[in-house]
């Protein structure tokens, strides 16, 4: 059962990637901003999942990021392992509240994506030098409060936990 | 409820993995995208290539048609009179739109305005991903090193400069957009002549300095490389406003770009690396500028 789930949990992160390079940076994004998909989909899943699993998919996830995409290799993995590991931290405050738990994902992307910028400034890439950062940031975190109301509950069923089980892991 | 040992051994995976990141950031700097991660990442982009290929196969028309049926949607509200009758003609519209367009694209490519010597050495590649996040400034070729393609040479499409490849696989390439804050390029603005560079900001517009002007530029002159990085004489864009000159500053100012960067499909590579002897593009005369199409 827990491998069944990690991976399901690993095949999302996979496909959230690709569909963040194909379609969402070159199709969805209004105002010339994409939502932070891949970011989106770790929260999500990360409710499901415990504290190590998510940790690994949000590494997992964000490292694969940092090599399909032109930044620097480490810096996604860094800030979706931190975003899992805060969404786990904060699943026993807002599970069951669904205006928390959009407000966490909300947050969380905004946190995720500030936490980009300082990191990609700290190691010599100029993300404070662009113009439209903040922007970005808040557009960015307002799509991904829109897409969670369908994201979640998918991520919700697809990654059922077993009562059996409890909490997965 | 965690227990005190799985907190622990959490919170013991939790430091492991920031570690590794941190490591695999200070690696990435160190050997400038090369080494051990440079391999990495072209094996990964060269696994996911035909994943990324496909996927977009797949979303560019439904894209294209969603985008025509968007147009539609506006041409409703003026030609309402004429909705009925022009319901099946723009539905076969919106389908043979995307291909009609990708055509004339590719026969303009064709006869992109460029020195002989640099037209025959150059190919046509087409964007088949974005970056990977909104601070992330580049986009995925279908073409690379098999085709002749190396790091460092321009990438143009007919409205202008796009950028240069960053990096390439055997089956694609990455190229780093003119608006990367990363990005700068030597410019000449072609009615004054003065020079200067270009640097991304991230999106919209470029920083143009000049620290040699010493007369006014005006808004809408055309800006062209200077030879550096790239031949001369590919447009970059125009001038986005006015300036005066400043004491000891020379003149900053903006340039927008002559690409639509949202827009990005098919593009012209051309085998030009920096420093190389390669014929240079013959320096227009006026506001006659290669790339630009006439009114």
């Known amino acids: 059962m827990r491998f069944r ?46 504290e190590e699993a998510a940790m690994l998919l949000g590494f997992s996830a964000g490292l694969l990021t940092d090599l399909l995409g032109n930044t620097l290799l480490g810096v996604w993995a860094l800030v979706l392992t931190v975003a899992a590991y805060m969404t786990v931290r904060l699943r026993p405050r807002v599970e069951g509240n669904a205006a928390l ?37 808040l557009l960015a975190a307002v799509y991904n409060l829109i897409l969670a109301i369908i994201v979640l509950p998918v991520a919700a069923r697809l990654m059922r936990r077993d009562p059996a089980v409890g909490v997965w892991g | 409820m965690l227990t005190n040992q799985r907190f622990a051994r959490s919170t013991a995976l939790f430091i492991s993995l920031i570690t590794l990141a941190f490591l695999l950031m200070t690696f990435d700097v160190r050997t400038e995208g090369g080494g051990v991660t440079g391999t990495l990442r072209d094996g990964v982009r060269t696994l996911f290539d035909p994943v990324q290929s496909a996927v977009t196969a797949v979303i560019r ?26 319901e099946d003609a723009n539905r076969i519209l919106a389908e043979t739109e995307s291909i009609r367009a990708d055509n004339e ?39 690379g ?14 409205q202008g400069l796009v950028g240069y490849i960053d990096s390439v696989t055997s089956n694609s390439s990455t190229v780093k957009l003119l608006t990367d804050p990363d990005h700068a390029v030597a410019v000449r603005l072609v009615s004054t002549g003065f020079v200067g560079t270009a640097e991304g900001r991230g999106s919209g517009d470029l920083k143009l300095v000049s620290s ?20 001369a004489g590919l447009v970059v864009g125009t001038v986005g406003r006015s300036a005066e000159p400043a004491t000891g500053v020379g003149i900053q100012t903006t340039v927008d770009p002559a690409v639509d960067f949202e827009r990005l499909d098919f593009v012209r590579v051309i085998f030009f690396l920096p420093g190389s002897e390669e014929p240079l593009i013959e320096e227009p005369a006026g506001d006659e500028v290669p790339g630009v199409e006439s009114p």
């Open chain 1, 5 to 50: 789930h990690l991976n399901i949990a690993l095949a999302l992160g996979i496909v959230a990637v690709i569909l963040q390079t194909t379609l969402f940076d070159r199709y969805l994004d209004p105002f010339g901003v994409a939502p932070d998909f891949v970011l989106l989909v770790v929260v999500a899943v990360s409710y499901q999942l415990s």
């Open chain 2, 105 to 143: 694209v590719l026969r303009q490519l064709a006869q992109l305005e460029l020195p002989g010597e640099l037209l025959a050495q150059s190919t046509v590649a087409r964007v088949q991903a974005g970056g990977s996040s909104n601070f992330d400034f580049s986009v995925v070729l279908n073409k």
């Open chain 2, 212 to 231: 040699r002007a010493d007369g006014p530029v005006q808004e809408g002159e055309v800006v062209v490389t200077f030879a550096n990085r790239y031949p």
């Open chain 2, 61 to 86: 028309p439904v894209a294209d048609a969603a985008d025509a049926l968007v147009n539609l949607a506006g041409l409703r509200a003026e030609n309402d009179r004429l909705r009925e009758s022009l």
């Open chain 2, 145 to 158: 090193a098999d085709e002749g393609i190396a790091i460092g040479q321009p990438v143009v499409n007919l």
């Open chain 1, 101 to 137: 738990t959009l407000a966490s994902v909300f947050a969380l992307t905004i946190g995720g994506e500030l936490l980009y910028a300082v990191l990609g400034t700290l190691f010599g890439q100029q993300v404070f030098s662009d113009v439209n950062a903040f922007k970005k940031v």
